[in-house]
């Protein structure tokens, strides 16, 4: 309701877009768990543009809705994603005191 309270076409078409991609990540990361799919490594990325860069391109496409520049950082917004969901996968895998604090592998077992 907020974003379309700003009545910017721009800000709710992004936060559309990408909130579908986010639950499509979340979906595929879930599948994966729940058959204990394997993905290949093109599917982890993927899952990983959709789940976690989601957030990250939602943020810059909703700063680009109100702004007179339009600078293409979408891409710089996928690597950022990218990095962060392996980063939290591998620290998962890991680190004792992230493991303690959310158990082993909670992330893949979770989606």
């Not at 992004?14 to 768990?33: C, N, P, S």
């Not at 899952?47 to 007179?68: N, P, V, Y």
């Not at 917004?77 to 303690?100: P, S």
Request: charged share 30%; aromatic share 8%; hydrophobic share 40%.
């Amino acid at each position: 309701d907020r974003i379309r309270a700003l009545k910017n076409a721009e800000a709710l078409d992004a936060m559309v877009d990408e909130m579908v991609k986010l639950h499509r990540g979340q979906g595929m990361d879930i599948y994966w768990r729940d058959t204990t799919t394997v993905p290949s490594e093109d599917e982890y990325r993927t899952m990983a543009s959709h789940k976690t860069g989601g957030l990250f391109r939602l943020c810059i496409r909703l700063m680009a809705a109100f702004s007179d520049k339009k600078l293409k950082l979408v891409p710089l917004a996928e690597h950022l994603g990218l990095l962060f969901q392996i980063r939290d996968d591998y620290i998962n895998l890991t680190q004792h005191k992230y493991m303690k604090g959310k158990g082993f592998c909670v992330d893949l077992k979770e989606g």
